[in-house]
Each structure stands twice: as C-alpha cells, then as structure tokens.
C-alpha cells in the first residue's frame, strides 16, 4: 500500500495540469532500465524518437521499456486538435561529471539533401573554390526547429526548450563534424532561458554555442577552452566553457563544450551594463551590434596624430582600454596563434566607460607545436604583411601604439610579468593537469562509444599525444619569447626577480596587477623601473620592502620577502551597536568617557566595500549612524553620516578600522531568518563583568530602540540594588532571629 501511494504522489509531481497527462519518470538519470508508462485522462497520447509528433505518430499504449539512452517526444492529440508536448530524455547508466546536452530534431532537417543543414544539398555544385562550398546548404543561414534539454553534473535538467538550431564556424563548417549554434526565439516560446551553465549562477540566454573545438576536433577538443582560461587570468574577456556530452535523437554524437554567444547579451551577462548602447565589432570593422562610427574615429585619430606626443597618448587612453588591448596581444602572440587576425572581437558600452576592449576567443590554432619558434611579434608589429595573417589593418593599432614611449614601457613590462606568472610553463602546465584531469575519463567513452564521424574522430591515444604536445609547447615558448621581446626592444641586461609573500594578509601589485600567488620569479630588464604597490590588510602592516619602484641596476638576481604583520587592537572603545540590514545602517556607539574623534577610521564589509569616514565625532555615551538609505527614524541628538555600500541580510562581516589601521570593533553574522537587524542587546539578568549580547530582532531601530536598553540597564541595576539591600535586611533579620531562638533553647537546658 506505501509503495502505491509513493508511486501515486511521484506521479502527480510530473503531472501537468494543462496537457492533462501523467508520466511515471522524470528526465533524467537511471542506473537501471525501467518501464516508462504514459496516461491521459481525455486525449491521445502520441510519441516519436524524433521531434516530428504529427497526426500519424505511434500512439503510446500503456508502457515503454526504456534500457538505453533515449530521447521521445511526446504530443496529445484531442479530437482533431494535436499539441506538441515536449522532449524528455532517459540517461541509463550513464556516469559522468560533464553536463549532458539532448537534441530532439526532424532527422530531415540535418541531413535531408534539400532542407539539411548538416550536409552539401544542390546547389553546391555552383562552387568554384576547392573545399569553399559557399552555396552548401550550412552556409545558408538556415534555422531549424529543435527541442533541446541540458542537465547539469547532479543530473538536474536546467533547461527544456523549443530552440532553433543552426550550423556554427567558419572554415570549420567545412569539416564533416561541425559546430552548433542554438537559438530561443518567441517562434519557440522560448525568448529567454535562464540556467546556470557555467557555474555562475542564473542568467539569461538568447544563444550559446556547442563546440566541437574548431580546429582541434581532433587532438585535445578542450584547447581553446584551456587556452581562453589562461587569457581570463589576466583578466581578459573570454567565452566561458563548460564541457558537455551531446546527444542527438538519442545518439551519442561525443564531447563538446557548451560557450558563450559573443553578442550584447554576453556583454551585460559579465558586465550588468544593459543591451542598449553597446558596439560589437570584429576583424577590421565588421560591426554584429552597433555602429562602428566611434571606432572609425579612433582610426583616424591615429592617422592625423603621432602617440609621440603625450597629450595624444591620453586622448586614446580615453577611447579604448589600453591594458586591456597590450594583455590581449601578449597572450595572442605567445600562443603564437596566427588566426587572431581574422579572430579579433572588440567592443564598448555607454553603460560603462565608453572604452574599447577587446575578447580572447578561438584560440584552437595556437599553441602548435610546429609554430613554437614562430615570431609572431615581429609579424603583428610589421608596417609590411609578411604572411596572410597579418595585412596592415590588422597590426595598424599595435603598430601605432607602440610609438608611445609610455606604452611600450608597459608593453614590456606587462610581457615580462605575464611570461612570469600566467604564462610561465609552471603555470600553465598546472591549467593542462586540471584540463587532462576533468576531460581523461570522459575522452575514453568519447572515443568508445561514438559512431558518427568515427572516421574522423581520432583516438584516445592520439589524445594524449594532443595533450603532449601543449606541454612540449608551453615549455619552449617561455625562452623563445623571451628573445623575440629582446629582439624587437633592443633589450639586454636582464635581471631575475624573486618576490615570496610570507602570508595571505594584504596584497601586492607589481606594474597595476595583483599577485594571484604568493610567489613570483622572472625575467625583467634593467632599463625598465617596475612599479610595486604593497597593500597590507586593514589590522596589518608590512615589512620587507618599502619602495614603491624596483630598481635594480647592479646585480643580476633581486629577491624580496614580503611579511604581513599584525597591528594590535585599537584601544579605543567605540562598538558597533547595531547592523540594520533592511534600512541599510550601521550604528556605532561612544562607551567611553569622552567624545572621540573619527577622522581616517575606516569601515569595511566582507566584499572589501570600504567608507574612509572623514570629520566625524561621537559624544560620550552617545550613537552614530551610517545609512545608505535616508530612510530610518532619525533621533535630534544622534549623528548620521552617508554609507556607500549595502549590508548582506543573509551573512556578512563589518569591520571599524581607526587611523592606524587598528581594529577597533566587528561584526560576524550569519542569520537563517531576515528580521530587520542584528544589534548588541543588554543582557537581563546580570551585569557584574558580563558582555554584550547579540539579537536578530525585528523590535531594534537604529539611534533609537537602544537608548531604550540604556534606560532597561539603569532600571535593572537599580532594582538589582534594592533587592541587594533587601537580601542583606533579611539576612542579618534571620541570623538575629535565629539567635535568639538559640539562646531561648539553651537557657531551657539550663546550659548558660
């Protein structure tokens, strides 16, 4: 009887009340094979293993055995009426830590001479150019209806929508294994979808890409991927990844990774900057969103005016992110990824800063192994094309830029500290071993289990020869960058630099970028002055080093150790009283004997929002608030002064900070249910040496409801005493009493 009721209820909770149809399985994961059973109330169940559902598909009668991977799409068909379900797909012992990505399409829609996307179709024939087909049916732009599921590594399906599909890339359309674009559209009832398909919570997307790798379908089928997140850690813009097993109508069809779509929902998806205003442009100035008339502007700056001249260096400063632009160039040419002429995105939104800044994408063909001696440098600094990569519009910015002495000084600087940390063969060998580590066991079953393009697909030996060759590469691109920096700079007299932070306690900038370790060791030059910022943690000081420049003209090794020490605590005894999270407040209060002047304290949060408070005081015994919103009851004798951070309601940590960079009070919090505040409440049944308590309370107001705890802890002392005397009375009442009964007894007994 439980197990029926069990089975009832499951079966109610994938019931859908509008199609009026019960399914006794989810999509989903199964270790083992199970009977699907299907029930209508008042319609025709109708089903088919591609998303074809018409008039004449099989009806569902009762069961299905599902004991493999499979993918059904259901209809209902009542009367003469027939509605579309939807596609539901059952993964049979199927083990993986990649997502999973299930297609339901018209098998004609692919491979249909006419109407395929995925094949020549008739008027290829009209090519003239070898291999070129720009009459095939892929390079057609159609779109194709299609359902799409994607579950994710626990096996929840995040996503179920009717999508278009389309055939993605550029020579790589050319391949018999091709890339997919997938498209939601109001056609589909599928504007946007919202899903967490790269770790980073809940977005919206229009579009994204799966991926076969491009041009390394064959070797790693993760390199631009690996060689993108490399860019990210110098904070470069990149598609993000997440690898995947695709499966088409119930086929394995292999590994892909799922990408982001470069367009303007991309942008605000990393930025939070809007769609509106954004330009998008590629290759020379191609524009996909926007207008290309600021860059044109930008162009012909450069044409009128020499970046010789300081003031000109500053007006282009303005219109493009120039670290930006030098992190994306270093990385291009050290992978030595001769595409990046035609692979060039770039764009600026009004929402932000009106600048240029430029995306790290399809990277597949750097990183070979035949090129690692290739002076790409050289190349993408020419005034000449000296090969097909690099006609004069495309090095016409690098080129220019370089006549900046102040640019060029960066460009090396940044070269060397990039071929230092990000890109030193340490490093990027640690991203392979991730990459090998995550992807190895999946490659296997790729490799095993599918059929299509198996003649193209390569093996997993010829895998791990792939991975090979990137560590060979990583290893002999660090000296010969090197050389090709010193050739093109005229650069000698290098020196090594040692950096070791002792500890996690502040951080350390070195040419404006933040050491990610707690080492560094590389090569810089002599000539070139290297900016260092140390930032100790607030509470804490530095020792080591105390120069804001590294000079180093004599010896030919420099090694600094960094120590982040601990200050010792404020003396001071103002506290943070209360923490209004639903007003955005913070109180402090004076517990001393005197006003206490606040001027270079600082507060700080737990994401590092800091307010420098400035010409501030607290009288004795007395409340000041810091609000973001003017929104709290404010009390005559109480001070209030602008906050320019929010406060978490769920968990958060405030700090207060004096003019020495001493801790003087904090807060830790971490609350279940989101009252109005957290605040330090008087304790009730003792004072003598007790500490402050803490409330989440929907009763405090800030500046306001704690001068009532004052008034309650006068009162409670107050009446402490008098019960104190009250005791004593009794008690010397009660001895004296006692003494008398005592010496009444003893005189009965005649013993005095």
């Given at each position: 009887?439980?197990?029926?009721?069990?089975?009832?209820?499951?079966?109610?909770?994938?019931?859908?009340?509008?199609?009026?149809?019960?399914?006794?399985?989810?999509?989903?994961?199964?270790?083992?094979?199970?009977?699907?059973?299907?029930?209508?109330?008042?319609?025709?169940?109708?089903?088919?293993?591609?998303?074809?559902?018409?008039?004449?598909?099989?009806?569902?009668?009762?069961?299905?055995?599902?004991?493999?991977?499979?993918?059904?799409?259901?209809?209902?068909?009542?009367?003469?009426?027939?509605?579309?379900?939807?596609?539901?797909?059952?993964?049979?012992?199927?083990?993986?830590?990649?997502?999973?990505?299930?297609?339901?399409?018209?098998?004609?829609?692919?491979?249909?001479?006419?109407?395929?996307?995925?094949?020549?179709?008739?008027?290829?024939?009209?090519?003239?150019?070898?291999?070129?087909?720009?009459?095939?049916?892929?390079?057609?732009?159609?779109?194709?209806?299609?359902?799409?599921?994607?579950?994710?590594?626990?096996?929840?399906?995040?996503?179920?929508?009717?999508?278009?599909?389309?055939?993605?890339?550029?020579?790589?359309?050319?391949?018999?294994?091709?890339?997919?674009?997938?498209?939601?559209?109001?056609?589909?009832?599928?504007?946007?979808?919202?899903?967490?398909?790269?770790?980073?919570?809940?977005?919206?997307?229009?579009?994204?890409?799966?991926?076969?790798?491009?041009?390394?379908?064959?070797?790693?089928?993760?390199?631009?991927?690996?060689?993108?997140?490399?860019?990210?850690?110098?904070?470069?813009?990149?598609?993000?990844?997440?690898?995947?097993?695709?499966?088409?109508?119930?086929?394995?069809?292999?590994?892909?990774?799922?990408?982001?779509?470069?367009?303007?929902?991309?942008?605000?998806?990393?930025?939070?900057?809007?769609?509106?205003?954004?330009?998008?442009?590629?290759?020379?100035?191609?524009?996909?969103?926007?207008?290309?008339?600021?860059?044109?502007?930008?162009?012909?700056?450069?044409?009128?005016?020499?970046?010789?001249?300081?003031?000109?260096?500053?007006?282009?400063?303005?219109?493009?992110?120039?670290?930006?632009?030098?992190?994306?160039?270093?990385?291009?040419?050290?992978?030595?990824?001769?595409?990046?002429?035609?692979?060039?995105?770039?764009?600026?939104?009004?929402?932000?800063?009106?600048?240029?800044?430029?995306?790290?994408?399809?990277?597949?063909?750097?990183?070979?192994?035949?090129?690692?001696?290739?002076?790409?440098?050289?190349?993408?600094?020419?005034?000449?094309?000296?090969?097909?990569?690099?006609?004069?519009?495309?090095?016409?910015?690098?080129?220019?830029?370089?006549?900046?002495?102040?640019?060029?000084?960066?460009?090396?600087?940044?070269?060397?500290?990039?071929?230092?940390?990000?890109?030193?063969?340490?490093?990027?060998?640690?991203?392979?071993?991730?990459?090998?580590?995550?992807?190895?066991?999946?490659?296997?079953?790729?490799?095993?289990?599918?059929?299509?393009?198996?003649?193209?697909?390569?093996?997993?030996?010829?895998?791990?020869?792939?991975?090979?060759?990137?560590?060979?590469?990583?290893?002999?691109?660090?000296?010969?960058?090197?050389?090709?920096?010193?050739?093109?700079?005229?650069?000698?007299?290098?020196?090594?630099?040692?950096?070791?932070?002792?500890?996690?306690?502040?951080?350390?900038?070195?040419?404006?970028?933040?050491?990610?370790?707690?080492?560094?060791?590389?090569?810089?030059?002599?000539?070139?002055?290297?900016?260092?910022?140390?930032?100790?943690?607030?509470?804490?000081?530095?020792?080591?080093?105390?120069?804001?420049?590294?000079?180093?003209?004599?010896?030919?090794?420099?090694?600094?150790?960094?120590?982040?020490?601990?200050?010792?605590?404020?003396?001071?005894?103002?506290?943070?009283?209360?923490?209004?999270?639903?007003?955005?407040?913070?109180?402090?209060?004076?517990?001393?004997?005197?006003?206490?002047?606040?001027?270079?304290w600082t507060l700080i949060d737990?994401?590092?929002?800091?307010?420098?408070i400035d010409d501030v005081y607290?009288?004795?015994?007395?409340?000041?608030v810091f609000n973001y919103f003017?929104?709290?009851?404010?009390?005559?004798?109480?001070?209030?002064?602008?906050?320019?951070?929010?406060?978490?309601?769920?968990?958060?940590?405030?700090?207060?900070?004096?003019?020495?960079?001493?801790?003087?009070?904090?807060?830790?919090?971490?609350?279940?249910?989101?009252?109005?505040?957290?605040?330090?409440?008087?304790?009730?049944?003792?004072?003598?040496?007790?500490?402050?308590?803490?409330?989440?309370?929907?009763?405090?107001?800030?500046?306001?409801?704690?001068?009532?705890?004052?008034?309650?802890?006068?009162?409670?002392?107050?009446?402490?005493?008098?019960?104190?005397?009250?005791?004593?009375?009794?008690?010397?009442?009660?001895?004296?009493?006692?003494?008398?009964?005592?010496?009444?007894?003893?005189?009965?007994?005649?013993?005095?």
């Open positions: 009887m439980n197990k029926f009721f069990l089975t009832f209820f499951v079966s109610l909770s994938i019931f859908s009340s509008a199609q009026n149809i019960i399914f006794s399985h989810k999509p989903g994961f199964y270790d083992n094979p199970f009977y699907l059973k299907v029930s209508s109330t008042n319609s025709k169940i109708l089903y088919s293993f591609e998303n074809n559902i018409n008039k004449r598909s099989n009806v569902f009668k009762d069961s299905l055995l599902i004991d493999k991977t499979t993918t059904i799409s259901f209809g209902i068909l009542k009367g003469d009426t027939l509605e579309k379900i939807e596609s539901k797909t059952f993964l049979i012992n199927f083990k993986t830590n990649f997502k999973v990505v299930s297609i339901s399409i018209d098998n004609n829609f692919l491979f249909d001479y006419n109407k395929g996307i995925y094949v020549k179709g008739p008027r290829a024939w009209l090519d003239t150019v070898a291999k070129h087909y720009r009459n095939t049916n892929w390079e057609r732009k159609w779109e194709r209806e299609h359902f799409i599921e994607v579950f994710n590594e626990d096996g929840e399906r995040i996503i179920s929508n009717g999508a278009g599909l389309r055939i993605f890339g550029g020579m790589t359309k050319y391949y018999p294994e091709k890339s997919l674009r997938v498209i939601f559209r109001n056609l589909y009832d599928s504007t946007v979808t919202y899903a967490d398909l790269f770790g980073a919570g809940s977005k919206k997307y229009k579009q994204f890409i799966l991926r076969h790798s491009g041009n390394d379908y064959r070797n790693t089928r993760f390199k631009d991927a690996f060689l993108t997140s490399l860019a990210q850690e110098s904070d470069l813009d990149i598609q993000k990844s997440s690898p995947c097993h695709l499966f088409i109508n119930s086929e394995y069809w292999g590994v892909y990774n799922i990408r982001e779509k470069i367009n303007k929902y991309y942008i605000d998806n990393n930025y939070s900057c809007g769609t509106n205003g954004i330009d998008i442009l590629q290759g020379y100035k191609t524009v996909d969103e926007g207008s290309s008339e600021d860059y044109q502007d930008l162009l012909n700056f450069l044409k009128k005016n020499s970046l010789s001249v300081q003031n000109n260096y500053q007006h282009i400063k303005q219109k493009m992110d120039v670290r930006n632009f030098i992190n994306f160039w270093i990385h291009q040419i050290f992978y030595a990824n001769h595409d990046a002429r035609g692979n060039i995105r770039f764009w600026k939104s009004d929402s932000l800063d009106n600048k240029f800044r430029w995306i790290v994408y399809d990277t597949d063909l750097g990183f070979g192994p035949n090129r690692v001696n290739k002076d790409l440098l050289k190349d993408f600094t020419s005034n000449r094309m000296t090969d097909w990569y690099n006609p004069n519009w495309a090095t016409f910015l690098l080129r220019n830029l370089l006549k900046s002495n102040e640019f060029k000084k960066d460009f090396i600087l940044q070269s060397s500290y990039i071929f230092s940390t990000t890109l030193s063969t340490k490093n990027i060998n640690k991203k392979i071993d991730e990459f090998v580590s995550r992807y190895d066991s999946e490659m296997q079953y790729h490799f095993n289990e599918r059929r299509r393009f198996q003649a193209y697909q390569g093996s997993y030996k010829k895998w791990l020869s792939s991975v090979n060759d990137l560590r060979y590469f990583a290893e002999k691109r660090d000296e010969n960058s090197y050389k090709h920096l010193e050739k093109k700079f005229n650069l000698s007299d290098s020196y090594i630099l040692k950096i070791n932070v002792l500890n996690d306690n502040g951080k350390v900038l070195i040419n404006n970028n933040t050491l990610k370790s707690n080492e560094l060791v590389g090569k810089f030059y002599k000539n070139y002055d290297i900016p260092i910022k140390i930032i100790p943690s607030f509470g804490y000081y530095h020792t080591g080093f105390s120069d804001s420049i590294i000079n180093n003209l004599e010896n030919d090794t420099l090694e600094i150790n960094i120590d982040f020490k601990k200050l010792a605590p404020s003396k001071s005894k103002i506290i943070i009283n209360e923490v209004d999270y639903v007003n955005e407040s913070i109180e402090l209060y004076n517990q001393e004997d005197t006003t206490v002047y606040m001027n270079g737990k994401n590092n929002n800091s307010l420098s607290i009288n004795k015994g007395n409340y000041f003017d929104t709290i009851k404010k009390i005559d004798d109480v001070n209030y002064h602008p906050l320019n951070f929010k406060i978490s309601s769920v968990n958060e940590k405030i700090f207060l900070y004096d003019n020495e960079r001493k801790i003087v009070d904090s807060v830790v919090y971490k609350i279940d249910s989101i009252k109005s505040s957290y605040a330090r409440n008087i304790p009730i049944n003792t004072f003598e040496g007790e500490t402050w308590g803490w409330n989440n309370s929907d009763t405090s107001t800030i500046g306001y409801d704690n001068k009532k705890y004052q008034i309650l802890k006068k009162k409670l002392e107050e009446r402490l005493k008098k019960e104190s005397k009250r005791r004593k009375i009794f008690l010397f009442s009660s001895v004296g009493s006692l003494l008398v009964v005592l010496g009444f007894f003893l005189t009965k007994k005649k013993i005095i």
